[in-house]
């Protein structure tokens, strides 16, 4: 069992480096890509991954992945940038307008990130397809470098988070959160400075 497993890992690492540049992805060097991954690209994307990128998609990779399939869902004219030495598993990353995740930030299982409403706020808009996503609200997210982010956390639109913090699991990240801190809760606070 443990040679089958080994042998899907190693053909996915492979197929999903030649699925990513087929989607337009900029893919840096040393990049594992785990298991099966969701991909949907709008058109006029922008695309930017670093070196040494880890994601890691369901299969039981880890307990807390479990059989979650991560997900890449750019809209048009979306851009995605992740730095070096980045490793994601089990999460979704939907990017509206923008998305910079810096440098060896570690995002755990399960995490939602999408800069969105998605819909629109008002249910008359809401009513009609053609009215209710082109109104939702969008704002880009920047994650810094050094971050570590908790499992099963949501960060939400218009979001900055400082170099060096931890978000603590579960948390719902709804507005900026300073560098060198540990921020947690629903919506999360910053709960202690960390020192350096």
Request: glycine share 10%.
């Amino acid at each position: 069992m443990k040679i089958i497993k080994k042998i899907v890992r190693r053909y996915y690492i492979y197929f999903n480096r030649l699925k990513l540049k087929y989607y337009g992805f900029k893919l840096g060097r040393n990049s594992l890509i785990f298991n099966r991954i969701y991909i949907r690209k709008g058109d006029n994307c922008e695309i930017v991954i670093g070196n040494n990128f880890v994601f890691s998609s369901g299969n039981g990779f880890n307990p807390l992945s479990r059989n979650i399939q991560g997900a890449f869902e750019l809209e048009n004219n979306a851009k995605l940038v992740i730095g070096d030495s980045v490793g994601i598993s089990s999460s979704c990353l939907w990017v509206f307008e923008s998305l910079k995740i810096g440098s060896r930030t570690k995002i755990g299982a399960d995490c939602i990130i999408m800069d969105s409403d998605t819909h629109s706020l008002d249910f008359i808009e809401r009513r009609n397809y053609l009215t209710d996503r082109p109104n939702a609200k969008k704002k880009g997210i920047v994650i810094g470098e050094d971050v570590l982010i908790g499992t099963r956390c949501i960060i939400l639109k218009g979001v900055t988070i400082g170099d060096r913090t931890i978000i603590g699991s579960g948390s719902v990240v709804t507005r900026d959160i300073s560098s060198n801190c540990i921020a947690a809760g629903n919506p999360a606070k910053i709960i202690k400075q960390i020192i350096q």
